[in-house]
Nanobody, 123 residues
């Protein structure tokens, strides 16, 4: 079992910065088997991918956050971070971290989710 705990959300003015953290606990035999990611969900909207990072360090970002957000991971601490800069009101959402483990069956996976942390960008 893997449990994810998020922190770092809050209220920030447009143009400001926040750093989200998500730490895993439980049984993880090899952290390199996990892709880590951040999703967000605004009121009335579907949950959408913000950024993802694989064990090699390769990253992928939603177009809306490229150049402003940076995802990183600390394998020793089993933690994923999202550094958010130049925040905009449209970034307001609940942010969820995700650890995805690829299973032995090709194409199979298992997702673990954090509890969500509110990010509000407003003056």
């Amino acid at each position: 079992q893997v449990h994810l705990v998020e922190s770092g959300g809050g209220l920030v003015q447009p143009g400001g910065s926040l750093r989200l953290s998500c730490a895993a606990s439980g049984t993880i035999f090899n952290i390199n088997f996990y892709t880590m990611a951040w999703y967000r969900q605004a009121p009335g909207k579907q949950r959408a991918l913000v950024a993802a990072i694989v064990s090699s360090g390769s990253t992928n970002y939603a177009d809306s956050v490229k150049g402003r957000f940076t995802i990183s991971r600390d394998n020793a601490m089993k933690t994923v971070y999202l550094q958010m800069s130049t925040l905009k009101p449209e970034d307001t959402a609940v942010y969820y971290c995700n650890f995805r483990r690829m299973l032995s069956t090709p194409g199979s996976q298992y997702d673990y989710w954090g509890q969500g942390t509110q990010v509000t960008v407003s003056s």
